[in-house]
């Protein structure tokens, strides 16, 4: 059977289609360090900038341009180091590993091999430990752009490079094979998502590149330990695809051993547009690259002052803010993930609950893991970008818990706060919207009502309970309408039941 065979996709959330094999999963998971400059240069670090704006003689790797290491790179890689229990040499060094790639201008990328800054780290996903092989420093490569055709290299009409990426520092985290499902390696990408955030070593946006994973996939009998022939599935940039990649890739390989065939070593890419994983070359190994020791940078040596400032400052981690929120807050396991697992989401939110005069912080998480977070994906914002600012929805939550908004009004004046950056109070103001809650009015409304439905009023009466609360439910609409949906609905219920259970 070919590699190459079409094989069922697999539903997500079924990463194990036959239970006499076992999936074993290791990741590579690269990050883009949030510096400010590249890895060995003064270049500028920064998404977007128009095409090789951000490039100088070092990442171009000229004749005679010399790199200097950044030392915030440093910094950021003995944060993550810190913070999931690796040990850290006292010196690490940097090596030259060789290989042509258009978007590879030296020919060589200068990264770390077997001396690398980061060994031995462990991390908590889900209360199972996963180990962590390695964490090392390196530079990335430049961007291709392959115009016509599907957009690959085989079917490009041309090709165009931009190297503003050459050099942007990388931290490649490189797990053991720990992993046995395609869920539970969701579930790690996202937890060392959430920390590297919480630990501010990137801005791990997975739609601009900052954060790319590779998985390594093999499929053996269940109850061996002997490991299979992997595979290795390069740069997915969603955790969805993550998920997806795996399970397709997994459901392949058993397919190609039971139909008598054998799983070939080979690097192969994920297209989300037929959901299949294709081969594209064989996989290299370490001594494929040659590395040799970089001569033009001396030994990384991290001081006693920086490591000990690096573990002072240490923020708290993802899974101690969760239980924490969930005990402080009384909001779910969920949206505590939500908050911290979406970038800016966690500090908009804390801003909030400190600007609160009324209401509790569960109906601010509410209000920011709903309207707020659908408005940041639809409109194609961060949240640091919102024009809302933490203390005007702090005075939305006010306005609902005092009554003078209901909630349905509350998400007109929040649509239209988040799209113009008004004010709440100032739009209820402007638009009239705040609720009728005198009972005086509210009951000559009520008595208008009901003296124009007596036959209700006599059904619901002489009704059972269903029937009560239909009745109800009709009379409390009609209110509603005569009041143009101004009323305020627990006082107005209230004065409801009083009257008709007179």
């Not at 059977?1 to 094989?7: H, I, K, R, Y």
């Not at 008004?422 to 809650?437: D, K, T, W």
């Not at 000559?444 to 009466?461: C, E, G, K, Q, T």
């Amino acid at each position: 059977m070919s590699s190459e065979t079409n094989v069922r996709h697999p539903a997500e959330g079924t990463s194990s289609p036959s239970t006499a094999w076992e999936p074993v999963i290791g990741l590579e998971v690269h990050v883009e360090l949030a510096t400010a400059t590249k890895l060995f240069c003064g270049c500028r670090n920064e998404f977007g900038a128009p095409p090789n704006t951000h490039v100088c003689p070092v990442c171009l790797g000229l004749p005679g341009a010399l790199p200097v290491l950044n030392e915030k790179a440093v910094e950021l890689a003995l944060r993550l180091g810190t913070a999931l229990q690796f040990t850290m040499p006292e010196q690490s060094i940097f090596h030259r590993k060789n290989y042509f790639y258009p978007d590879m201008p030296k020919n060589f990328q200068t990264s770390q091999y077997d001396e690398p800054i980061c060994l031995q780290g462990v991390i908590d996903v889900d209360g199972t430990t996963v180990r962590i092989t390695r964490a090392h420093l390196e530079e990335d490569t430049g961007k291709s752009l392959h115009v016509g055709g599907g957009g690959r290299i085989h079917d490009a009409d041309h090709s165009l490079v931009d190297y503003n990426r050459a050099g942007v520092p990388l931290l490649e985290i490189v797990s053991e094979p720990d992993i046995f499902s395609a869920e539970q390696a969701r579930a790690y990408v996202t937890e060392l998502r959430a920390t590297l955030l919480a630990l501010g070593v990137s801005d791990v946006k997975m739609e601009e590149g900052s954060m790319r994973v590779d998985a390594n996939v093999s499929i053996r009998r269940t109850g061996t330990s002997e490991l299979g022939t992997r595979t290795e599935i390069k740069n997915m940039n969603s955790i969805r695809s993550v998920q997806r990649a795996i399970e397709y890739e997994i459901t392949r390989q058993i397919e190609v051993l039971e139909d008598g065939g054998r799983v070939v070593q080979e690097t192969r890419h994920w297209n989300e547009v037929d959901s299949r994983t294709h081969s594209m070359r064989s996989k290299e190994e370490a001594y494929d690259y040659r590395y040799f020791p970089e001569p033009d940078l001396v030994p990384v040596a991290p001081s006693v002052e920086l490591r000990e400032r690096v573990r002072a400052a240490l923020p708290e981690l993802p899974g101690a803010a969760r239980a924490r929120l969930v005990a402080d807050w009384g909001i779910s396991e969920h949206d505590a993930r939500v908050v911290l697992d979406v970038p800016g989401l966690a500090r908009f939110v804390q801003a909030t609950v400190g600007a609160l005069k009324a209401g509790t912080p569960r109906d601010v998480v509410n209000w920011a893991t709903g309207e707020v977070l659908a408005h940041v994906n639809e409109a194609g914002v961060a949240v640091d970008e919102l024009t809302l600012a933490p203390d005007a929805l702090a005075e939305l939550v006010a306005l609902v818990a005092g009554g003078t908004i209901n909630r349905n009004q509350a998400k007109e004046v929040l649509a239209e706060a988040l799209r113009a950056g008004s004010r709440p109070a100032a739009i209820v103001e402007a638009r009239g919207l705040a609720q009728e809650s005198d009972t005086d009015a509210l009951g000559a409304s009520i008595d208008a009502v009901l003296a124009a439905h007596p036959d209700v009023v006599a059904d619901y009466r002489a009704g059972d309970d269903g029937v009560k609360k239909k009745k109800r439910g009709f009379l409390m609409g009609e209110m509603q309408k005569a009041l143009k949906g101004r009323a305020n609905g627990p006082v107005l219920a209230q004065l409801l039941d009083e009257r008709l259970n007179a």
